[in-house]
């Protein structure tokens, strides 16, 4: 508020009011009342208040580009005035010889937290999050509202800009935002994203790429899970082009035959046997060689084809089932990770069902992976169905991602589930690390007093596989015991894996004298 004799005038129109530069326009404003009446008073008046307002101080427009940012405007996103903010940053830093950087904030999974929500609700985790954010600022930094659930942050230009203090300001800000929120009597626990882009890294020099560049990093943040922090860089702008090229082709690359299935081999623990196989889609890209899942799945959900591509990995593991079948190769289950688009397929049980028929298999030789994505959403009726039929045809249901996300009792329950997988970030130096090794004791207790079985995902070393033995986990995959293979490399590779096995010395047990 600002006061003028007795009166209060507030915001901007108090700053336009009260500038010194509207005192040279009042004698000129007077003789115009004087000498040609009361219209012309008003028009040299309204000529000063207009030039007034075009030349307003740039903070002061920031605060209303702001403040009209925080509204909703029919739901549509006021984008152009945040890059216009950024744009008054950008040229502020250039003209005082400093730098400027923007960070784009997301909460992580916010279509599961809408679906849990109100909108009430879920309204005031933004708003709260937003505070937080304020808080953990300078206070001529600024906080923009985004689309969805995102946010802009502006820092003010600085001398001391660099990328180690910015992921230290990133690493604060999740900090801030991640505490527990209490919303209608009830504990909400929200992750966060972040992206962020010095100006001396943005393609261009405004505000419009600025946010952009620093959007593309939040989005690369949010593809690597919950929590990641990630920064533009022109790496980062290459692999995003790749992406894009990538989508382009993935549906003739789907169709074509260029996606296949790899099979990783998994171990008992108890035998060294083969317990089963994981299939993995592998793209034989005719340019850039073999694609993983890290550039396959982008490019298919930019085009929206999870569920053709789950269609495409199941036919190739029944394949692959009666061709190992036909060799006289017993490999045991395929497990096959399963999305919530193929879940929610009302047919699927029945799809499943005609496939065996086909195949001539039993159904207990495909277990269907629940990532985490399917396991947050069980109490979808559509879900709950697909896998009370799956379960009840025979098929096996297995949970991934074990410990790395939330995963009740009640939704073990749920799921029908026999067998938990154990995440890899739990698996990395399980050898080594005693806290690492308590963490993944529990787990395997945890699974054993459910009547579940385990398998560690990610094993890389002989010494992790050896520990994960000796702590009760019951199977293991990973690059220390093969990597993903084609089809027509399978049985060789057992029958290599088999030898080995015949060669090992074997403890003789005697009894009696």
Known sequence: MVRFGGARISGTVGEILLRRELAVFVPAIVLAGYWFGLEALIL?????????????????????????????????????????????????????????????????????????????????????????????????????????????????????????????????????????????????????????????????????????????????????????????????????????????????????????????????????????????????????????????????????????????????????????????????????????????????AERLKWEFDRFELPPNMIRLVLQQGVVANLNEDVITHNLAACAKLGCEIELAGFGAGPISVGAIRRSSAKRLRIHRSFVKKVDRDPEQQQLVAAMISMAEGLGLSTIAEGVGSLGEHAMLSQLGCNHVQGRAIAAPMPLDETQQWAEHHRSKLDATPQIVRRRGP
């Open 44 to 348: 040299v008046a309204g000529t000063a208040l207009a030039v007034a307002w075009a030349t307003r101080p740039m903070h002061a427009r920031t605060a209303e580009a702001e403040a009209a940012l925080s509204r909703e405007d029919g739901g549509r996103p006021l984008r152009e005035e945040a890059a216009e903010i950024l744009g008054w940053y950008v040229e502020r830093a250039h003209t005082a010889g400093r730098s400027t950087t923007c960070l784009v904030i997301g909460i992580d999974e916010e279509e599961v937290m809408i679906r849990h929500m109100t909108r009430q609700e879920f309204d005031e985790v933004i708003r709260r999050t937003s505070e937080r954010l304020r808080g953990a600022l300078r206070e001529n930094d600024r906080v923009l509202r985004l689309e969805g659930a995102r946010f802009a942050i502006v820092l003010c230009p600085t001398a001391h800009a660099d990328l180690e203090s910015m992921i230290q300001l990133a690493a604060r800000l999740q900090v801030a935002c991640e505490a527990p929120l209490s919303i209608s009597a009830r504990t909400v626990a929200a992750t966060v994203h972040i992206g962020f882009c010095l100006l001396n890294r943005s393609p261009d020099q405004t505000g419009t790429a600025l946010l952009e560049a620093a959007e593309t990093a939040a989005d690369e943040a949010r593809r690597n899970g919950p929590s990641a922090i990630r920064a533009y860089s022109t790496e980062l702008h290459n692999s995003v082009k790749i992406r894009s090229a990538l989508a382009s082709e993935v549906a003739e690359a789907l169709e074509g035959g260029q996606i296949i299935a790899f099979f990783q081999p998994q171990l008992s623990t108890d035998t060294g046997q083969i317990s089963g196989m994981q299939a993995v889609p592998r793209w034989m890209h005719r340019d850039r060689g073999v694609l993983t899942e890290a550039h396959i799945l982008p490019a298919i959900d930019a085009v929206g084809l999870r569920q053709r591509l789950a269609e495409v990995m199941l036919f190739q593991s029944f394949n692959a089932l009666r061709e190992w079948a036909r060799q006289g190769q017993n490999f045991g289950a395929i497990s096959l990770p399963v999305s919530p688009e193929l879940m929610a397929n009302p047919k699927l």
